[in-house]
């Protein structure tokens, strides 16, 4: 059973860091593009960034460039989003996703429970 | 990147068909044919309904189906069923390598 298991959220003051971390099982992880999808309270979806299987290639959204990372370890079934700089508008609930399709991650057929990252003073 | 706009709501009646729309620009959902479709009841993690434009993952019923005219891609629910009350949202591809979620629609089945 495939399962991916995000933690790393919770509260952090405007202009602090966060580290999400999201543990995937029952599939070939390091066979997989993965993805951080975002999605404010009461909102709709938005894309924040995925990355290639062997972490070559990384993509982001123009509103977290140079602020957030993507990485991930394939020995340790393991993708990651580092957060930094953080803003009122960063608060969402962040979901790591399996790209379904094997080119880009440009869909997701597995999403984890989501974790809530709030920024707030 | 915009996102591609999608009607606010939509509603229907058990057994009819309603179409919803998702329209962005030819550097998105016209330029390739890489839109999907996601479904999201409350308080859940989306599920992936189409992919490809028109393809269905295994384990999705049929009446669901996509199709593409231009710089608009559309989602058809054939037989509405009350189970398929919830939010829909479309996904593109785009020209600056990224992708992007169109505004989503709540579905009230009446």
């Known amino acids: 059973e495939v399962q991916l298991v995000e933690s790393g959220g919770g509260l952090v003051q405007p202009g602090g860091s966060l580290r999400l971390s999201c543990v995937a099982s029952?599939?070939?992880?390091?066979?997989?593009?993965m993805t951080w999808v975002r999605q404010a309270p009461g909102k709709g979806l938005e894309w924040v960034a995925n990355?290639?299987?062997?972490?070559?290639?990384?993509y982001y959204v123009d509103s977290v460039k140079g602020r957030f990372t993507i990485s991930r370890d394939n020995a340790k079934n393991s993708v990651y989003l580092q957060m930094n700089s953080l803003r009122a508008e960063d608060t969402a609930v962040y979901y790591c996703?399996?790209?379904?399709?094997?080119?880009?991650?440009?869909?997701?057929?597995?999403w984890g429970q989501g974790t809530l990252v709030t920024v707030s003073s | 990147q915009s996102a591609p706009t999608q009607p606010a709501s939509v509603s229907g009646s058990p057994g009819q068909s309603i179409t919803i729309s998702c329209t962005g620009t030819?550097?998105?959902?016209?330029?390739?044919?890489?839109v999907s479709w996601y479904q999201q009841h409350p308080g859940k993690a989306p599920k992936l309904m189409i992919y490809?434009?028109?393809n269905r993952p295994s384990g999705v019923s049929n009446r669901f189906s996509g199709s593409k005219a231009g710089n608009t891609a559309s989602l058809t629910i054939s037989g509405l069923q009350a189970e398929d009350e919830a939010d829909y949202y479309c996904?593109?591809?785009?020209?600056?390598?990224?992708?992007?979620f169109g505004g989503g629609t709540k579905l009230t089945v009446l």
């Open positions: 990355i290639r299987e062997d972490g070559s290639d990384k």
């Open positions: 996904s593109s591809y785009t020209s600056s390598s990224t992708l992007v």
């Open positions: 030819s550097s998105d959902v016209g330029g390739y044919n890489y």
């Open positions: 029952g599939f070939t992880f390091s066979g997989c593009w």
């Open positions: 490809d434009v028109s």
């Open positions: 996703t399996r790209a379904y399709s094997s080119w880009f991650a440009r869909n997701f057929d597995y």
